[in-house]
């Protein structure tokens, strides 16, 4: 039997959201380990509707949920993060590797 897509029942907002920590986990510089978890503490400025995460470009409709105390709180509840509103982050092991299935769909990469 495959795995199950989403299993923790994230909704719309906390995927996308999850999506886009697990992207600035990868980024070098972005992020830090502390322990088993990832910390971000520092999240990229807007550029007009968009931002730059990496080799991504990313609209700013996907990203309300990283300033969002309700998200950070869900997540930590489900055990893919650990938040300190609004300093940092981090994500847990389970977190990082969480399959939202919408990196494709929300990270926009040139191909140049």
């Known amino acids: 039997m ?15 959201t999850l999506t886009l920590l697990q992207a600035l986990a990868r980024v070098p510089g972005a992020a830090q380990r502390r322990g088993d978890d990832i910390v971000i503490a520092q ?12 080799d991504a470009v ?18 930590t509840r489900k055990g893919l993060a650990r938040a300190v509103w609004p300093r940092e982050i981090a994500l847990t092991p389970d977190g990082f590797a969480y399959d939202t299935g919408l990196a494709d769909e929300i990270l926009h990469r040139s191909s140049h």
């Not at 989403?6 to 996308?16: A, F, S």
């Open 2 to 16: 495959p795995p199950r897509i989403n299993p923790l029942k994230l909704n719309p907002l906390q995927l996308r």
């Open 43 to 54: 999240f990229p400025p807007a550029h007009g509707d968009h931002f730059h995460l990496g």
């Open 58 to 75: 990313v609209s700013g409709k996907d990203a309300t949920g990283l300033y969002n105390e309700a998200v950070w709180n869900a997540l």
